[in-house]
C-alpha cells in the first residue's frame, strides 16, 4: 500500500488511480520516482512532463538512429506520462493543453510501429471530427471489433494494453475520442446523448473493408462503462456489451460538484461550468427506461471496493433484457484496475465468445 501523502489531492491521485496508471503503462519505475519529486497538487503535472520529456527524448534520439522498436516504446512511455500528468489537472489549461497535445504527438509517432499497428481515423459526428485508433489483428480477414468508449478523463491513447489483450484473442479494436473526450474536448463538450456518437462510429465501421462491423462489441471503462451500455440500449447494431465499473444513474454525481478538484474535471468534460446547470446536464443521464432495452449479451464486471456503489451496476444488470452475465471482484477498486489479470480475461473471452472471434 501506498504511503499517504502530505498533500491531500496528491493522496486522494495515487491512492485511487495508481493501479490504473501501472496498468495502463506507467512503468512502475518512473510512477515511483515521479511521485516522490512530487510535493504539492501544483507539481503534479510539471513533474510528470518532465519525465515524459525524458522519454520523448531517448525516442527521438532512437529514431534518429534508425532503432525502431526502442524509438516506439518509448514514445509510448512518453505519451502515457503526458496523459497522465494532464488528465486530472484540468483547472490549469496553460499547462493541461500543451500536455495534451503532447500526449498525441507522441502516441502517433508510435502508432504505426505497434504490433499490430495503430491506424488513425476521424469519424465525422455533428460539428466533431472525431479522432480514433484502428488495430487489427494480424492474419485474420474481417475480424470481428470491439469498439472501446473511453470514461470521464481517458484518451484513446490510454487504451493500448487493453486493446492488445483484445488483439490476441483475434477481436480487432476501435478506440476513439468522443465528445469532450481527447482531442474531441478541442471541438465541443460531452452531449447527454452519447450513443449518437457511438452510432456515427458504427456507420464509419460499417464502411470498413478490415473488420466485419456485423459482429460488433462494445466495452467501456467508468463512465465509459455507463455509456457502453446505453449505446448498446439505443443500437441493436452492438451484438456484446461488457463494462466496468459503470453507473446506472450519474444524477448522484452532483454530490461531488461542492470538491473543487472534481468540479474541474466534471466540468471539464462537459465545457460547462455552472453548477446548477452540471446538476441539470446529470439528471438526464440515466439508463432508467434504457437498461431494458440492452437486449445483445451483456457482461457486467465490478469490485467490491470500487466507489461506485455495487448496486449501481448491479441495476443495470438486472434490468437488461438479453443474456447477461454479473462478476464482482472481491477487493478490486474502480474498474478493478488493481485485477487486470481477473477482469480483462473476463471481458476479452466473453467478446470473443459472442462475436465469433476465431483465432489462428
Not at 185 to 205: H, K, N, P
Request: glycine residues 6%.
Amino acid at each position: 500500500m501506498l504511503a499517504k501523502h502530505p498533500d491531500p489531492t496528491v493522496d486522494h491521485v495515487l491512492k485511487t488511480w495508481a493501479p490504473r496508471m501501472i496498468v495502463q503503462g506507467i512503468d512502475y519505475n518512473d510512477f515511483m520516482t515521479t511521485s516522490t519529486r512530487i510535493r504539492t497538487w501544483d507539481d503534479w503535472c510539471r513533474e510528470w512532463c518532465a519525465t515524459a520529456a525524458g522519454h520523448e527524448e531517448f525516442a527521438r534520439e532512437n529514431e534518429a538512429k534508425g532503432n525502431r522498436q526502442s524509438a516506439t516504446e518509448a514514445y509510448f512511455l512518453a505519451s502515457m506520462a503526458y496523459h497522465f500528468a494532464c488528465n486530472n489537472f484540468p483547472h490549469d489549461l496553460e499547462q493541461y493543453i500543451p500536455a495534451a497535445k503532447k500526449r498525441v504527438e507522441c502516441y502517433a509517432r508510435a502508432a504505426p510501429y505497434l504490433d499490430p499497428p495503430a491506424e488513425r481515423h476521424e469519424v465525422p459526428f455533428e460539428n466533431f471530427r472525431m479522432a480514433a485508433y484502428l488495430r487489427v489483428p494480424l492474419g485474420i480477414k474481417r475480424p470481428p471489433v470491439v469498439v472501446i468508449i473511453s470514461g470521464l478523463e481517458s484518451t484513446k491513447e490510454e487504451a493500448r494494453t487493453m486493446e492488445d489483450g483484445l488483439l490476441r484473442r483475434a477481436l480487432a479494436t476501435f478506440t476513439f475520442d468522443g465528445p469532450g473526450q481527447g482531442e474531441s474536448w478541442f471541438q465541443g463538450g460531452m452531449i447527454v446523448e452519447f450513443e449518437r456518437a457511438t452510432s456515427a462510429v458504427i456507420d464509419y465501421l460499417e464502411k470498413i473493408s478490415q473488420v466485419d462491423a456485423n459482429r460488433l462489441g462494445v466495452f467501456g471503462p467508468s463512465l465509459g462503462g455507463y455509456l457502453a451500455p446505453r449505446s448498446a440500449a439505443c443500437d441493436d447494431r452492438i451484438k456484446a456489451c461488457t463494462f466496468a465499473g459503470g453507473m446506472y444513474d450519474r444524477s448522484r454525481v452532483r454530490d461531488r460538484l461542492d470538491d473543487p478538484f472534481e468540479f474541474a474535471r466534471i466540468s471539464h468534460i462537459w465545457k460547462v461550468y455552472d453548477k446548477q446547470k452540471l446538476v441539470e446536464l446529470h439528471s438526464r443521464c440515466t439508463l432508467e427506461g434504457l437498461a431494458p432495452k440492452i437486449r445483445c449479451p451483456l457482461l457486467v464486471v465490478h469490485g467490491t471496493k470500487d466507489f461506485v456503489p455495487v448496486e449501481q451496476a448491479k441495476r443495470t444488470h438486472d434490468e437488461a433484457s438479453g443474456p447477461k452475465e454479473w462478476v464482482l471482484l472481491e477487493g478490486g477498486n474502480h474498474v478493478c484496475n488493481n485485477m487486470p489479470f481477473r477482469y480483462r480475461p473476463l471481458i476479452g473471452d466473453f467478446l470473443a465468445k459472442h462475436l465469433g472471434a476465431r483465432p489462428v
